[in-house]
């Protein structure tokens, strides 16, 4: 009752509030209109492909997209990135003379003439390193520049020319995918499937001479032809990715897709797919906002696109990515924190004859060399991991079963690799202990049986000391369970 | 002019250009020559070093750093010359001031991705220089169309340059006096601290390019020679970038210091080679380009890369002719060596 009468001043006002907050949202919703109606017509005109310069650009891109990922992921794992590049720069005189032929835009003799030039350029690279000592990368360079020089020497005389069709040159060095015609789709698509088909086919022997070139010779598979043969189909496809990307940006979609594959993959077939699903995503993308902006180059935003991809693999790829591989060294340092612990409070322990059921935490700062608080913390963090428990008031610590026979299985890793190093490699007892201090957090259960048994099941380590055996750490569990006996479960020093 | 290789003309081609005095192609061969020669300095160490791709690198991810600074520069109202009232610095000077830190910035920082991405993923070094210069390529290009009325660089003069355009560039002047177009001052300038900066630290430069490891040992400081090679080197590169472009400089970087290597197996007699492969380069290309009505940057790429396969042809260790010759008095004299030899055994 008592804020109904609070509000009764408002309720003539009520209409006024109403009318005030319906004519602002109605401005609003004009406002945001017109910001929306171009980019949401853009979106729907895109969506609904009804545009056929869009269809076919997108038909490009797709094209472009598999081939591009396909043929870059045989260019990342042979460690030929760069090749790509080269490539796409030195076919630029062929797209010229490709032009002279017959004096317009005609996309098969510029086919043609672009991936001789593209081949030439690579012959020349091979040459220069073969019979000179100048090495691969001054060689890619040289020729890159070298025939992109030649390219804008002839397209500046193709300027000149009076005759011909000259509209659509320029697209070649940043990429129009809207410029694509029937022509062009068609052309892709038939390179497109020859170069799938020829990796179907010979999937097996470039898989063998991509990664292990001595092995493919050894059983017969002919590693040149087939170099050779993956360098043509690369041409062809470089050449025919320039109209939509461009002669500069053509390297970043055969590396990009292809390394974003190779962060989440580890299977040939699978960074194959993964390189195409980028490949055609980026290649869309690229066209998407590109359209979005009107009158932007394709090839820019299709790269960023991929890139954009590759970013997110690099930071999130589930085995190779940045967090993971963090979180891998994080867990990783963390165990053998827990792990020199452990070892630590068996050390005191061993040092009291095992006469006491845990150890103070004082005493145990006291031999890691740590200060009363980082030891403290290593405490509970033992604890959490259920490996030990604390005292009420944090003064002691108790080892569980599980801790026990953790600390017992890191002493003995530690003092049967010391003894191997002393008996079967000749090491000074002296020089034995950090080498094991850095592997007993390494060795598996398997090794260090077949150690013991290599070292005739040694029970003392070059210092004197017990190695703990394989049934004191099966039985400190039972024996440490049932409560009120003494810490018996490992054979006492008499 | 409707045939493609227009027919030599002796006059037109040699006496012509320089009838009227120097006041056109005087500046533009200076140009092409101190560019050349700078590229050229500067390539011979990244040649030795294994950076040629670096480089490759660099003149593209240079082009983000240019563009933002000239928007960046834009937006802080850096003193530009106001109508009627004579400026304190001349036009032109900030903005190339900006460039020039902006592409420093940018040389820098893809050195850091590259490391970047090639230390930390298991992604190899080619792959991660590819990724990286592409990228900050395109996002260059990018933002030039975006804000095309603010950034006054022209996407296709971004690969190829414009030379030509060097004379009319306003001329800096002392006093009333004017000496030479602004970009070929800033292009002389940035020669001489090269050659200045290599003769001062020739040794460090040396001894770290051929043994890193020993480098160490006496106290050099690799990564700092590494850091400051890229950051000077896009230094050079944005103060050609607008007369060559992105791509034509990766050529003017790579063939002197590889023409060089193929003469000489001493590091100061290369760069000696070198610097004669840049006038030499510049001269030639200029006359060709002149002969054939065509880009002169492009011409100047062309005849360098004639150039490198002279010296390849006459390379007195690993050229063809010298080789042939050397296998033939190699079998004679051990046709003669062997001769008694197999008179003995038979």
Redesign the interface.
Same mark, same amino acid.
């Given at each position: 009752m008592n804020h109904r009468g609070l509000l009764k001043p408002f309720n003539n006002l009520w209409p006024l509030v109403l009318f005030w907050i319906g004519t602002w949202q109605a401005r609003a919703d004009r406002i945001g209109e017109m910001v929306d109606i171009s980019l949401k017509d853009q979106f729907i005109r895109f969506a609904s492909l009804e545009d056929p310069a869009l269809r076919f650009a997108l038909a490009g891109g797709v094209i472009l997209g598999i081939l591009c990922g396909m043929m870059g992921t045989f260019l990342v794992v042979r460690k030929l990135s760069l090749v790509g590049d080269t490539i796409s720069h030195a076919v630029l005189p062929g797209v010229a003379a490709g032009f002279l032929w017959n004096m317009e835009k005609d996309p098969l003799a510029i086919l043609i003439g672009a991936t001789l030039a593209g081949l030439m350029g690579m012959v020349l690279v091979s040459q220069l390193t073969r019979h000179t000592r100048l090495k691969e990368d001054t060689a890619l360079g040289m020729i890159l520049a070298g025939f992109f020089g030649v390219g804008i020497c002839l397209m500046g005389m193709i300027q000149r020319l009076p005759t011909g069709n000259k509209s659509g040159m320029d697209k070649f060095l940043f990429g129009q995918a809207a410029a694509l015609g029937w022509q062009e789709i068609q052309i892709m698509a038939l390179v497109g499937l020859i170069a799938l088909s020829m990796i179907y086919l010979f999937y097996k022997e470039l898989l063998v001479s991509s990664f292990d070139v001595s092995f493919a010779r050894s059983i017969r598979i002919p590693v040149d032809w087939i170099h050779h043969g993956f360098m043509l189909l690369l041409a062809f496809a470089i050449v025919i990715s320039l109209e939509a990307v461009g002669v500069v940006l053509v390297s970043a979609m055969l590396i990009i897709p292809a390394a974003t594959a190779f962060l989440l993959s580890d299977r040939m077939h699978w960074m194959l797919l993964w390189a195409c699903m980028v490949g055609v995503m980026a290649g869309v993308g690229g066209i998407f906002f590109s359209f979005l902006g009107q009158k932007l180059p394709t090839g820019p935003f299709m790269v960023l696109s991929a890139a954009v991809l590759f970013a997110l693999a690099l930071f999130f790829a589930p085995r190779h990515g940045m967090l993971a591989r963090w979180w891998l060294r994080r867990s990783r340092t963390l165990r053998i924190q827990r792990e020199n612990a452990l070892k630590a409070v068996f050390h005191i322990m061993e040092k009291e004859a095992f006469t006491k059921e845990g150890v103070t935490v004082i005493a145990l700062a006291r031999s890691k060399g740590q200060t009363l608080k980082t030891t403290e913390m290593t405490c509970r963090e033992l604890e959490r991991a259920g490996l030990a428990t604390l005292s009420h008031e944090e003064k002691a610590l108790y080892l569980t079963p599980d801790g026990m026979r953790r600390a017992q299985t890191i002493v003995r890793n530690h003092r049967l690799w010391e003894r191997y190093l002393t008996d079967a490699v000749n090491y000074a007892p002296d020089h034995v202990h950090d080498d094991a201090e850095e592997i007993e957090h390494i060795l598996g259960e398997d090794t260090v049986r077949m150690l013991e048994r290599q070292l005739n099941f040694v029970d003392r380590d070059p210092h004197g000391k017990p190695i703990p055996t394989i049934q004191d750490i099966a039985s400190s569990g039972q024996t440490q369970a049932s409560k009120g006996q003494g810490m018996s479960g490992y054979r006492n020093p008499s | $002019?409707?045939t %493609?290789?227009l027919p030599w003309d002796w006059h037109r081609v040699v006496i012509e250009p320089w009838s009227l005095g120097t006041s056109v192609y005087g500046w533009i061969l200076l140009m092409g020559f101190l560019i050349n020669l700078t590229c050229g300095l500067i390539g011979n160490y990244l @040649?030795l070093r294994? $950076?040629? %791709?670096i480089?490759?690198a660099i003149s593209?991810s240079v082009l983000p750093g240019m563009a933002i600074a000239f928007l960046v520069a834009g937006a802080w109202q850096l003193p530009i010359a106001t109508e009627g009232t004579p400026s304190p610095v001349p036009e032109g000077l900030p903005h190339s001031m900006a460039m020039v830190i902006g592409a420093g910035i940018a040389g820098i920082v893809t050195g850091l991705i590259i490391e970047w @991405?090639h230390q930390? #993923?298991?992604?190899?070094q080619? *792959?991660a220089?590819?990724?990286t210069f592409?990228?900050l390529?395109? %996002?260059g !290009? &990018?933002i030039i169309?975006?804000y095309a009325d603010k950034v006054h660089l022209d +996407?296709?003069c971004v =690969?190829?340059g414009e030379i030509a355009f060097i004379p009319l560039e306003p001329f800096l002047t002392i006093g009333t006096h004017p000496i030479a177009p602004a970009p070929v001052v800033q292009m002389g300038v940035v020669a001489i601290l090269t050659a200045l900066g290599i003769g001062l630290f020739y040794k460090e430069l040396l001894v770290s390019s051929f043994d890193p490891g020993l480098a160490h040992a006496t106290g050099i400081r690799a990564d700092w020679i590494h850091y400051g090679l890229m950051i000077w080197l896009s230094v050079v590169v944005v103060s050609a970038f607008e007369s060559v472009g +992105?791509? =034509? !400089?990766? *050529? $003017?970087?790579? =063939?002197p210091? *590889?023409s060089a290597?193929?003469l000489s197996q001493r590091l100061h007699i290369m760069l000696a080679w070198s610097s004669l492969h840049a006038l030499l380069s510049s001269l030639i290309g200029l006359h060709l380009?002149i002969w054939?009505?065509?880009?002169i940057?492009? #011409? $100047? !790429? &062309?005849a360098?890369?004639s150039l490198?396969f002279l010296c390849?042809l006459i390379?007195p #260790?690993?050229g063809?002719l010298w080789r042939r010759l050397r296998r033939k008095s190699s079998t004679d004299t051990k046709a003669a060596a062997t001769q008694p030899l197999s008179k003995t055994y038979s």
């Open positions: - | $002019m409707n %493609l290789i @040649i294994r $950076m040629a %791709l480089g490759d593209h @991405i930390k #993923s298991r992604i190899k080619d *792959a220089i590819g990724i592409s990228t390529f395109a %996002l !290009v &990018v169309s975006l +996407a296709d =690969l190829h +992105a791509i =034509l !400089v990766i *050529a $003017m970087l790579i =063939l210091g *590889a290597s193929l380009a054939w009505d065509t880009s940057a492009g #011409s $100047m !790429v &062309v360098g890369s490198f390849w390379s #260790s690993q063809p």
